[in-house]
């Protein structure tokens, strides 16, 4: 039984590590296709096209893109202001692409974080931000804002909806027809939604955040966990999927569904930046 078990879990996690891996494979694709004069929607839909092209049809919410202050969500009040505008991208302008695709029932949500020549401000943002995934294995929300005080950072994941740092990741129902409403798969937002009711209900969330209906140890399962930091105009994000066991032993609570993967580290990320800065620099 234990063994059956164990080999389920691992078929899943198989599958969810496919999409998080073709999810920052996206990522790395567009942001060498970046350039001076390109538009967050222009990024936005070379992501949903990349990603279409390679079989995704549902999404857990459309590909965003954001540039310079946009970066640490500056002046977002409202939910919608998240959304790809027409900012144009500049030269030593730092940028942020994330996405949630939905592939084969199999849900991943990624933040990956860039910049179009040199940025120093986000190159020290981009470093800093491994402390903060070491330190999310161990503790979560509280302690993650004391060290971004620490290092003199804001914490801009208090500007996402509800605050978030991590949402709940569950399989998604395939069909034939893959609507979405306000930026979001109906199909994961209905998920989203019963789990939120049914959270509330029995005193869990699938939301960590700074909030009293999430004061209470993750439940186990798989989440998507993205710190956010911003120093002045600039920001950076890293997004990946942390499995949580519920072993009472803290060095086996929780992991990183890719723990070898190469462009979910924030300082491959800033190494890989260096063909994307190269070509400004040559223009």
Known sequence: MTTAVTR????????????????????????????????EREAARMQRQWLRERGVRDWFHLPFA??????????????WQFF??????????????????????????????????????????????????????????EDVDRLMVRQGYANRHRAHPFGVIAHKVDRVRQRRRSPHVFGFGTQSLKGLAGDVLRGHREGRSPLWSPYRFSDHPPRPGLWA??????FRGTGAKSEEILVVTGSRDPRQSAFRLDDDLPWGSP??????????RRRAEAR
Request: charged fraction near 25%; charge should be negative; hydrophobic fraction near 40%.
């Open 84 to 141: 790809p505008t027409g900012r144009r991208l500049e030269p030593g302008m730092p940028f942020i692409l994330d996405m949630a695709p939905v592939y084969e029932g199999y849900t991943a949500d990624i933040g990956y974080s860039g910049s179009l020549g040199v940025n120093p401000v986000q190159d020290r943002l981009m470093a800093d931000l491994e402390a903060h995934r070491e330190l999310i294995l161990r503790e979560i929300y």
């Open 225 to 230: 966990v993205e710190p956010h930091l911003g």
């Open 8 to 39: 389920g879990l691992a078929a899943e996690l198989a599958g969810f590590r496919t999409v998080q891996r073709l999810a920052y494979e996206c990522a790395e694709a567009v942001a060498a296709r970046l350039e001076p004069g390109v538009t």
């Open 66 to 79: 954001w540039f310079g202050d946009r970066t640490v969500s500056a002046g977002f009040t409202v939910p």
């Open 267 to 276: 300082r491959a990320r800033a190494c890989e930046r260096g063909g994307v």
